[in-house]
C-alpha cells in the first residue's frame, strides 16, 4: 500500500474501499471480503444509511482499530451546527468506534459552514482525526478554507479518465489539501470497462482497463476508494503496485479526458439549495 501524508501530519492509504450503493444486509460481508482482500480504508456516509454495517465489519475483523482508516461525511439534512453536532455523535455510535480518521461535508448545501464548526470540534475533542470536504468547485474550496479554523485536508470530489479535474487538482495542491477520487471509475458509465485505450495500455502491462484506471490516478496523486461487490474485483482493484505507466500511457489517458461527470448538474449555488430542499422536505414526509 503507498500512504500520503495530510496536512495536519496524518498518514491516509491511496486506496481503499468505498460502501455507496451497497445495501444495509450486503454490506457487512462485502466490508468484510474487502478487509480479507487488504483493504484498511473504508469510505461510507450517514446518507448511504450502512454506517452501522460498515462498524460491525471492522468490530468482527481480526484487524486492530488503529490500522483502519474510516472515511465518513456528514449530510446535507444534518446541516447547521447543532445538526451536525448530534449528527456526529450519532455516527461515532453506529460505527462503533471513540474516532473517526476522516470526517467530510458531504455535499456544499445548506448551511454548511455550520457543518464546518461541528467538525472542528470534533477534531479539537478528538473525535475526528483529520477533516474536510466534497464535491466542492474552485470557488466553494476557497471559501471554506478561507471560514476554517483548522484548514480542510481533503477534497473528495468526482475524478476518473472521463473528468480528470486538472483545474481543480492545482488549486487544491496550492491550498494543501488532497484530491480523493469519488467514482473512479465513472460508476461504470460510458463503457470505461471496454475504452479501447484503457484495455490497450492494460494488455501492454497485463493489467485490466480497471486497473489502468486507478494506476493513472495513483501516478497522478488522488487517493482512490473504488466499490464492487465481488471479491475477485476487490482483489483486483488492490492489485495496482507492481506496475507503472511511462509517459506515453499518462499522455494517451490524459487525453480520455472530457471534463465532463456522469451527472448533468453540479449541486452547487442554487442547485445546490434545490438539493437541500428536495431532501429536507423528502425527510420531513418520511416522519
Ligand atoms: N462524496 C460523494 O458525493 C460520493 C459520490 C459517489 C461515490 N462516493 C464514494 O466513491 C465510491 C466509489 O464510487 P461509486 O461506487 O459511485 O462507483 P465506482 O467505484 O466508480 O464504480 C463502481 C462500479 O464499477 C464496478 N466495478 C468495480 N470494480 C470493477 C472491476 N475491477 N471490474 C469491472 N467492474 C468493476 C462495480 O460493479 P460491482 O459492484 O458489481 O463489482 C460498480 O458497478 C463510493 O462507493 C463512495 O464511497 C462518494
Not at 471480503?33 to 475483523?61: H, P
Not at 479518465?161 to 495542491?173: A, G, I, P, S, T
Request: charged share 30%; proline share 3%.
Amino acid at each position: 500500500m503507498e500512504y500520503t501524508t495530510l496536512s495536519n501530519g496524518v498518514k491516509m492509504p491511496m486506496l481503499g474501499y468505498g460502501v455507496y450503493k451497497i445495501e444495509p444486509q450486503e454490506c457487512v460481508r462485502c466490508v468484510q471480503d474487502a478487509i480479507g482482500a487488504g483493504n484498511r480504508l473504508i469510505d461510507t456516509a450517514q446518507f448511504y444509511k450502512n454506517e452501522e454495517e460498515v462498524g460491525e465489519a471492522i468490530k468482527k475483523s481480526a484487524v486492530p482499530r488503529e490500522e483502519f482508516f474510516i472515511v465518513d461525511k456528514v449530510w446535507i439534512t444534518n446541516s447547521g451546527y447543532i445538526r451536525a453536532k448530534t449528527s456526529i455523535e450519532e455516527s461515532l455510535l453506529k460505527l462503533q468506534t471513540p474516532y473517526i480518521d476522516l470526517l467530510l461535508i458531504h455535499k456544499p448545501a445548506g448551511d454548511y459552514f455550520g457543518i464546518y464548526r461541528a467538525m472542528e470540534e470534533a477534531y479539537r475533542e478528538g473525535k475526528v482525526r483529520a477533516i474536510g470536504v466534497s464535491s466542492f468547485n474552485e470557488k466553494e474550496l476557497r471559501e471554506i478554507y478561507e471560514f476554517a479554523e483548522i484548514k480542510p485536508m481533503v477534497n473528495q470530489v468526482e475524478t476518473h479518465v472521463f473528468y480528470q479535474r486538472k483545474k481543480l487538482h492545482e488549486c487544491m495542491e496550492e491550498l494543501g489539501v488532497k484530491h480523493m477520487s469519488w467514482a473512479p471509475f465513472a460508476e461504470g458509465k460510458r463503457n470505461i470497462f471496454e475504452n479501447p485505450v484503457l484495455t490497450e495500455i492494460g494488455k501492454k502491462h497485463m493489467k485490466s482497463s480497471s486497473q489502468v484506471c486507478l494506476r493513472y490516478m495513483l501516478q497522478s496523486d488522488i487517493i482512490l476508494i473504488p466499490k464492487s461487490t465481488h471479491i475477485e474485483r476487490m482483489k483486483q482493484n488492490l492489485d495496482i503496485f507492481d506496475f507503472e505507466l511511462d509517459r506515453e500511457d499518462m499522455e494517451k489517458l490524459r487525453e480520455l479526458n472530457e471534463e465532463k461527470g456522469i451527472s448533468p448538474v453540479e449541486i452547487s449555488g442554487f442547485t445546490g439549495g434545490l438539493y437541500y430542499f428536495f431532501f429536507k422536505a423528502k425527510e420531513f414526509f418520511n416522519k
